[in-house]
Structure formats: structure tokens, C-alpha cells
């Protein structure tokens, strides 16, 4: 009976954890929707000046094309516009054993995905009048391979800033800290040694104030 006891305890904690993950994708979604239709249309099309590296970089950590990338893009265009002339949006395209095993054409098509998502912030940014480019990577660690390519840029942009975002719970519990692994610190931490700096934004939407 303790080993049942002990599996069903297991599997309740199993069932709670997917219960959580998946209420806080589903408010994601719903973040993701109210920035659909931005840029707005009157703001179509503005001039865009030439990119130029020596000027004021912003490098802007994106996980494909979505509501929190949008925030911290538009966050850094509201607080540090006459700052920054640039901007550059970077990914990393995970890949999972899953693709290992299922061939290299999942691997081409996530390499294909994360190109169109880093395109669709770089038209947003020209929509905007904002001169915008991409890079990225493909891998199997986001930390080590966005550091990586923090550092990277750091040598081709002479003036860049990185910023990145996190999803701020209104009543924090003791369990977010194990469920959320807090990418951007672990960036932060890594590049920070490099001398660069990495600033962190957070979204504390009225939806997400109720998970």
C-alpha cells in the first residue's frame, strides 16, 4: 500500500504540474492576441534610415513570434527610443530528441520557423521606422547558445545592449521557482562575465495577475 500510496501521490503531482503549465500557455495565448494587429495601420509605412552598427544597439532575446517578444520590443522602443538607433532580434531554435530521431528535415524546418519568426519583428520594426536585423542559432541548449551568440554580436555591434523579458506573476508561489527556469538570469549571469549587459523586462498582465 505505500508503494501505491506513493505512485498516486506522484501522479497527482504529475497531473497538477501539466494543469499549471497549461493554464499559464493558455493566458499566454491570450497576450499573444492583443498584440495581433500591431502595428496599428496608421502607422504604415514609415521611412527606414540605413542600419548602422556603430550607433546604439538594442539585441532583443526572442522565442519565436509572440505576445512577450512584442512587449519587450515595444518596452524598449517606449523607455530608450532616443537611445537606440538599431535593433536586433535574436532566437535560438531548439532541438529535441525527437528530431534526432525523426531526421534532418525537422531539423531544416525548425531552422526555416525561426528565420519567419526573427522576419516578422524585423517588418515590424520597419512598419515603425526602426532599422532592424536577425540572428540566431540552432541547438539543443538556449543558454549556452544564446550567450554564445550574445557574445558574438557583441563584436560586430560596437555599442549594443541586450534585453530580454520575463512573465512577473502577481502572487508568486513557492512552486514557480521549480517550474520556471528563469532563462534570461542564466543568459545574464553567463554574458555579464563578458562585460555585457543583458536588461530584463518584465510583463505583468491583468490575466496573468490571476494565475
Same mark, same amino acid.
Request: net charge neutral.
Given at each position: ?115 519567419? %519568426?526573427? *522576419?516578422?519583428?524585423?517588418? @515590424? ?5 526602426? !532599422?532592424?536585423?536577425? /540572428?540566431?542559432? &540552432? ?6 547558445? %544564446?550567450? *554564445?551568440?550574445?557574445?558574438? @554580436? ?5 555599442? !549594443?545592449?541586450?534585453? /530580454?523579458?520575463? &512573465? ?44
Amino acid at each position: 500500500w505505500i508503494t501505491a500510496a506513493i505512485t498516486s501521490v506522484l501522479i497527482g503531482v504529475c497531473f497538477a504540474i501539466r494543469r499549471h503549465y497549461r493554464g499559464v500557455v493558455s493566458l499566454i495565448s491570450e497576450v499573444d492576441k492583443i498584440f495581433e494587429d500591431i502595428p496599428p495601420d496608421e502607422l504604415l509605412p514609415k521611412k527606414v534610415i540605413p542600419f548602422d552598427p556603430k550607433q546604439p544597439t538594442a539585441i532583443i532575446l526572442v522565442n519565436g513570434y509572440t505576445g512577450l517578444g512584442v512587449h519587450i520590443f515595444l518596452s524598449v522602443l517606449n523607455q530608450f527610443r532616443e537611445i537606440f538607433k538599431n535593433v536586433v532580434f535574436i532566437s535560438v531554435g531548439v532541438i529535441d530528441s525527437s528530431m534526432f530521431k525523426a531526421g534532418g528535415q525537422y531539423v531544416e524546418e525548425l531552422e526555416n520557423e525561426t528565420k519567419k %519568426a526573427l *522576419e516578422r519583428y524585423v517588418h @515590424l520594426a520597419n512598419d515603425l521606422g526602426i !532599422p532592424a536585423e536577425t /540572428a540566431y542559432r &540552432i541547438g539543443t541548449d538556449v543558454v549556452d547558445d %544564446a550567450s *554564445e551568440l550574445c557574445i558574438e @554580436l557583441s563584436k560586430k555591434y560596437e555599442r !549594443p545592449t541586450f534585453f /530580454a523579458g520575463e &512573465i512577473v506573476f502577481h502572487r508568486p508561489k513557492w512552486f514557480h521557482r521549480l517550474l520556471h527556469n528563469y532563462t534570461p538570469y542564466a543568459i545574464q549571469r553567463r554574458i555579464r562575465l563578458e562585460g555585457l549587459t543583458l536588461m530584463i523586462l518584465p510583463m505583468l498582465d491583468e490575466k496573468l495577475r490571476k494565475a
